[in-house]
């Protein structure tokens, strides 16, 4: 076999992502399958110069799918996928905590006439609850080889890594049951095995005593309302020190292009194009490195699957299930990500009203716009002496969209999506500790999938931005200061002819063509509005130590910033976030259609506090 | 023989039946919902909220709609494993010989 493909496959929860980080370390990609709505993950592991390719496919319970993602699994298992190639083994995960549910898994795995291996996980954990796990004899009654490993600890990593490598270590097995036996008669012989090869360790307590607190009607829910608080305010505090570091950086970067080049049109394009326009975006960067890590972390220590318990009969409220709760909750980092968690939706309509919920999902891209608008209009007074209104409007920003994204699935669910009630169905895992190796792979994968977002769409628009405002060269009478010089540049650019001629369409929302031009050029991605106003505003001009937030405060009335904060609540101003939609939907109808009930509601919206507070 | 819904907490029935043939059904007996095995309502949300339900080695969050029943019939105690007295929720712990 040359570069030989093997499939990673388990039932969910039994940490098979864990183990494949783990294995592959940072040699794993997104997979790139033309056609693939599922994207599964590939890497490669190498021992003794023999590299083997490993596919980390979705969760599957058997050979009969119910879900998207799971067919994908299917598909690709019995070689019947039109672009992912048959794989030539199977690496089974087991975790030892539960070894049924796999068993079950293994007797319809081992009919498809492939080698199998099989890792056997948490071990650790059965030892140490005194139980056994007799992992030579069940190799030998099953007739392949398995490998007990401790993912998080990195134990029986090696092994296992030589073994996926060595032609002798893998055996097609005899399948134990026919094609057609029963889901009865698969659980009666998983049993048998696992009465043969297993013995119980004390019941799990932690486990019950936790869920006893984490699940109670009452403790379980204020737990709940704390977590979610603790999760936004890290956010925003930890990642804090950091966005600064950042700024100092680009800062310090700018300013020694300033000293070191002639002023011209070449350092103006490299402080303001490109350090400008990238540098407003990578500053975000440690937000949604964190977002990312705590939505990981309550994902790997199981407390997601309690949290989408608690709120299930809440999402009831809007015509969805607890686990929507999950893509929702992820759609407040990136929608990106959370609109491909729908998947864990198994029905159809309910995944798509979730989907549609998810661009109103406050994503961190929108951070920034809120962040420097609040610092530029809202008064930093407080309310009753405690609650500062910056901090307040910023909440009351994050509960609008939220609540309009639900009242949006809800509306959905009552018109286009009319069925019967869902149903909740959500298998708890044990609590355990998160693998550090794991979450960490899963951070450096997030950060760069964003640097690249940043490195390309955001700096082209930079620089298409930065040409607009530079050209036509204006006349500069030599006696302006450079703040004054700038602002007859910008005058008489192409960006501001351009601003103008839309200008009119967004007049009953207050917005000037300045923040028109900002609006038009957050529909690439939002965050660029604040490298825009950058530009436009030429706030970081030579000479002038005042912050944009400051110059924004000065020209910007509180009714006029307030519009433009309810305008961004609502629109769906993300192409990447469209093509996502479209891919998961399968149709150019769905993004469309959200495009279009965003536009309008986000019209809306900032027309009517336009009105109100003018 | 009663469903799922109106059985009391923390007292093990066993499982008759699934009743359904869609994707929830088929889910549920891939869980172990199957006929013969132990199941028992940890506790249930207010409000008609979902319930917890532990099967004999893992535990499910669970909302059943009306398409799906599982029926079940209370768990008769032999008189010699587990002495007079001794609490239901002994004999769950017994049946649960990996970690639940």
Known sequence: MNRPIVAVVGTPNVGKSTLFNVLTGLQQKVGNFPGVTVEPMVGSVTYDQRTTTLIDLPGIYSLAPTSEDERLTVDVLRGQHPSIERPDAILLVMSAVDPEKCLVLYSALAGLGLPIMIAVTMVDAVKAAGGGFDDIGMMHELGVQLYPVVGRKGLGVGDLTHALSSQAAWNVPMAPLSDAASIEERFAWAEKMITRHTSPGAPDRATRRLDAALLHPVWGTLIFLVVMALFFQSIFTWAEPLMELIELGIAGLQSALESSMPDGLARSFLTKGVLGGVGSVIVFLPQILILNLLVTVLEECGYLARAAFLVDRAMGLFGLQGRSFIPLLGSFACAIPGIMSARIIPNYKDRLATIMATPLMTCSARLPVYTLLIGAVIPGTYLFGVISLKGAVLAGLYVAGALSGLLIALFLKKTLFRGSVVPFLIEFPPYRLPSLKSVGLTMVGRSKDFLRTAGTVILAFSIVLWVLTEVPRAEIDSSLTPVEAANVQIEQSLAADLGRTVQPIFAPLGFDWKITLGVLSSYAARETFVSAMGQIYAADVEGSDEPLREVLAASMPLSVGLSVLAFYVYALQCVSTMAIMRRETGSWKWPALAFAITFVLAYLAAWLTFVLAS | ?100
């Open chain 2, 1 to 100: 023989m009663v469903t799922l819904q109106t059985i009391p907490v923390n007292e093990p029935y066993r499982i008759v039946r699934v009743s359904g043939d869609g994707a929830m059904a088929q889910r549920l007996r891939e869980l172990g919902f199957i006929p013969g095995s132990t199941c028992t309502v940890v506790r249930r949300a207010p409000f008609g909220g979902p319930m917890e339900v532990a099967l004999e080695r893992r535990t499910v969050g669970l909302r059943l709609t009306s398409d799906v029943q599982i029926l079940v019939e209370p768990l008769t105690l032999d008189a010699d494993l587990f002495c007079i007295g001794e609490s239901v929720r002994t004999a769950t712990d017994v049946n649960s010989p990996v970690a639940a």
